[in-house]
């Protein structure tokens, strides 16, 4: 029942349950259908629905604070707080990463943590960046590698900035033409818009007005750029993590030298599909580290932090 009062209050502060679902990595329908189950359980209306919109009932508004007390005993329940100082130090700091990191940023960054000596354990927790956001609000992980949340930083976590990924168009090698031609005469290999660096391509496809036809759809940037090596498609991804070169302009079809190798893609001997940069203004992805205030106690996290900060720092 502490998930279903943690939607409560979640729906509660957001006025909205497709913006519950996007902080809590759930549906709207789930989160409908858990908001149900609570005030059958509370035998009370907690909203007023009026089509897509929500507001707190009477009841809704009395019983907010108390949801937010329960929810608060429960995580002092579960809490650091009653560990020894020893034992704290040597518990596995929990650390979520979306794909990209894994393959792109965290074996650096955790060569320099090894380095530093005997290190807690670190249990790393694969996932997508809203899937990611969730663990951390159910305490499931102390810290997360991820997009910055379109939606906000919560109140008890901390954002710290790693760096700007630029994205840039790819399509199969030997693809002619400019973006518009690749988007009239290939299928679109989506990165997923349910996650927060897809929604921004879907952001900028609108803006632009770039109508594509709809291919395969999924969620990670490197998987997409197999997928377009395999001609399945041409694509819009961030490019620095999966070791395409930040300036497009250099590979692009028009573009009669060779691309130069920069520093994020020393271990690729060869740009193997065509790339294009985008018109308009840079788009980017923020990535960084949100972390739980709690967990930013343990001497360990903060230095864990510190070497993702200088891995990131060294890739600029």
């Known amino acids: 029942m ?14 909205s349950f497709s913006a519950a679902g996007a902080r809590l990595g759930l549906t709207q329908s789930a989160v409908s259908a858990q908001i149900q189950r609570l005030e059958d359980d509370l035998g009370v209306q907690l909203f007023e629905r009026t089509g897509r919109a929500v507001s707190l009932s009477d009841d809704g508004r009395r019983l907010l604070a108390q949801a937010q007390g329960v929810i608060a005993d429960y995580h002092a329940m579960r809490g650091e707080a009653g560990a020894s100082g020893q034992q704290a130090a040597l518990a596995p700091i929990h650390v979520g990463a979306i794909l990209t990191v894994q393959l792109g940023l965290l074996p650096g960054a955790i060569r ?38 379109r939606i906000g930083v919560p109140a008890d976590m901390k954002w710290l900035p790693l760096m700007h990924e630029p994205y840039v168009a790819i399509a199969p090698k030997g693809t002619r033409g400019e973006v518009p031609d690749w ?6 290999v989506r990165y997923n818009r349910r996650s927060y660096g897809g929604d921004l391509v879907e952001r900028y496809l609108r803006r632009h007005r770039i109508w594509v036809r709809e291919g395969v759809e999924l969620d ?41 190798a920069p520093k994020v893609s020393r271990a690729r001997s060869a740009i193997d599909v065509q790339l294009l940069p985008l018109a308009g203004a840079p788009l980017t992805r923020e990535l960084g580290v949100l972390v739980r205030q709690s967990a930013l106690k343990r001497a360990a996290v903060n230095t864990l932090m510190k070497c993702l900060a200088n891995e990131a720092g060294s890739r600029a």
Do not use: C
């Open 112 to 149: 320099r943590w090894t380095a530093l000596g005997a290190m807690p354990h670190l249990n790393i927790v694969p996932g997508m960046s809203v899937q990611l956001l969730a663990q951390l609000d159910a305490r499931e992980l102390d810290l997360a590698v991820m997009i910055r949340p």
């Open 183 to 188: 988007a009239a005469a290939l299928p679109f």
């Open 220 to 260: 990670e940037p490197e998987v997409i750029l197999r997928m377009v090596r395999a001609g399945l498609g041409w694509s819009i991804v961030p490019a620095t993590l999966i070791g395409l070169p930040v300036d497009a302009k250099a590979s692009s079809s028009q573009a009669p030298k060779a691309p130069k």
């Open 2 to 15: 502490i998930r279903y009062l943690k939607t409560f209050v979640t729906a509660a502060e957001t006025a």
